[in-house]
């Protein structure tokens, strides 16, 4: 069974929000580790742990991320991390553990293996993964929201988001 080395520098988690009813807002998380472990070539066996820096949101506007790190929304002091435990994946899904805010609820997200390449910049075997989903935001106790007298709410309640995934493979 082969080793996957986290490569940051080559991954990325970003999301979006439904805002007014009628556009989408756009952020990421800058800091974020994921540590797994199984067999690259049988997605089935893999297990581990990914944890988001939850201080670490970037939506490019630092009032809105000022208001997103506090108790309205992510309450950052108290809840630092986001997590996710794998418990199941295979071809084309990951089921695990969420946690955000002290609340855990298991979620299934879709999965893809883009495949593997040898790095020319140091030659190693490279790994990647992209993991697509939402979640109700409101389910993790982040319900803050606005009703707008035009009709509905200024935020959306479905967080969508992406996560790419680079895996350096040590045999």
Do not use: C, W
Request: cysteine-free; glycine content about 8%.
């Amino acid at each position: 069974m082969a080793k996957l080395n986290f490569d940051a520098a080559h991954s990325a988690v970003e999301f979006s929000i439904k805002h007014l009813v009628i556009s989408n807002v756009k952020g990421r998380f800058n800091e974020f580790e994921a540590k797994p472990e199984g067999d690259v070539e049988d997605l089935s066996s893999l297990q581990g742990e990914f944890i988001i820096n939850a201080k670490s949101i970037d939506t490019r506007v630092e009032d809105r991320d000022n208001h997103l790190r506090g108790e309205d929304f992510l309450n950052v002091e108290q809840y630092p991390e986001i997590k996710f435990e794998v418990t199941k994946a295979d071809e084309k899904s990951v089921t695990g553990n969420l946690t955000i805010k002290d609340v855990t609820e298991e979620e299934t997200f879709e999965l893809n293996y883009e495949g593997k390449s040898k790095n020319p910049m140091n030659g190693a075997t490279t790994v990647g993964y992209i993991v697509n989903g939402s979640i109700n935001r409101e389910k993790y106790g982040i319900t803050f929201n606005q009703k707008l007298e035009t009709g509905g709410v200024m935020i959306g309640k479905d967080v969508h988001f992406q996560v790419s995934l680079e895996f350096a493979v040590e045999e």
